[in-house]
């Protein structure tokens, strides 16, 4: 019981100690609040953005166009040969009476001009498609294609698959530095507005040491109250990371831009990043307050 009575006067006191100091708390709150909104702005992007990456890896293929003159055996070593290519995932060999039945079924416009072809007059060649594993290294693949006997032609859409990755890495390292520098300053700010607030108070814990108390009931409220600020500098951020990104889904049909560019399903993702916010709100708040007891307090 003791125990709990202690833990329930340092909350009273932290409570005590934020609206007693309510324009610097505000400060603190407001501050967290705008950092924790640019910190979600930024986890949302950078999480699409990997989003955005791995759908490209998923989807981006090397196509082999093959000699339509060659014979099965012939088409079986080509097989062979990729199978053994380093950073090769998977490899799909597609006729091309395949390929046509498939432009055909995509579009009425293409029915209407394959449907008379037959094998001798269809001049779409055989090819095979090819996933990879690595797609910063997809170029290394298709040189060696292009080396094998009998493959004609090598496409995947080089250099803009390549710009478009590149892209992604830089906007996701930007939005992780965003993130850390947006902490550290609202750490720092925190800090300094505990501090101010130790200075007021430096009677009160004067008395606090005449009458026996320990440095730890005198550093814990001070810490309590950083997590209240960081808390309640949370609450806003979760509000509209919760219903603006939602709304931003279903406004988009889950899509930007384009079909390719595919967003992150609502749920539960802004939950999770709901509770990411909040941890950050509470362990800056914490942390701003402890470097300020550790560096401020007199005692």
Not at 150 to 177: A, N, P, R, W
């Amino acid at each position: 019981m003791k125990t709990f009575r202690i833990i329930g006067r340092n909350f009273r006191d932290a409570f005590k100690g934020v609206f007693r100091n309510f324009s610097l708390s505000f400060a603190s709150i407001s501050c967290i609040t705008i950092t924790l909104i640019v910190v979600a702005i930024s986890i949302i992007l950078s999480d699409n953005v990997n989003n955005f990456t791995e759908l490209v890896e998923k989807d981006v293929t090397v196509v082999a166009f093959i000699d339509n003159s060659l014979k099965d055996d012939k088409i079986d070593e080509i097989k062979d040969k990729i199978s053994v290519i380093d950073n090769v995932d998977t490899y799909e060999f597609k006729s091309k009476s395949d390929i046509t039945k498939d432009m055909r079924d995509s579009s009425d416009v293409f029915d209407s001009i394959m449907k008379n072809w037959n094998d001798e007059e269809n001049p779409i060649q055989n090819t095979f498609q090819i996933k990879v594993v690595n797609i910063e290294k997809i170029n290394d693949v298709a040189k060696e294609l292009k080396n094998i006997d009998g493959i004609t032609l090598v496409k995947y859409g080089e250099g803009m698959v390549e710009q478009l990755v590149s892209v992604f890495d830089v906007v996701h390292k930007i939005s992780i530095g965003a993130v850390i520098a947006l902490v550290l300053v609202t750490a720092f700010l925190i800090s300094n507005t505990i501090k101010i607030t130790i200075n007021s108070r430096q009677r009160e814990i004067g008395i606090m040491r005449l009458i026996g108390a320990s440095n730890l009931n005198i550093r814990i409220p001070f810490i309590i109250e950083g997590l209240l600020l960081g808390l309640l500098g949370s609450i806003i951020p979760i509000i509209i990371t919760i219903y603006g990104y939602s709304s931003v889904y279903k406004h988009f049909d889950g899509y930007l831009f384009s079909q390719f560019i595919k967003l992150i399903p609502p749920t539960p993702f802004v939950y999770i990043t709901s509770l990411i916010l909040v941890g950050i709100g509470i362990l800056v708040g914490m942390f701003g307050s402890w470097r300020a007891v550790r560096k401020h307090l007199k005692i």
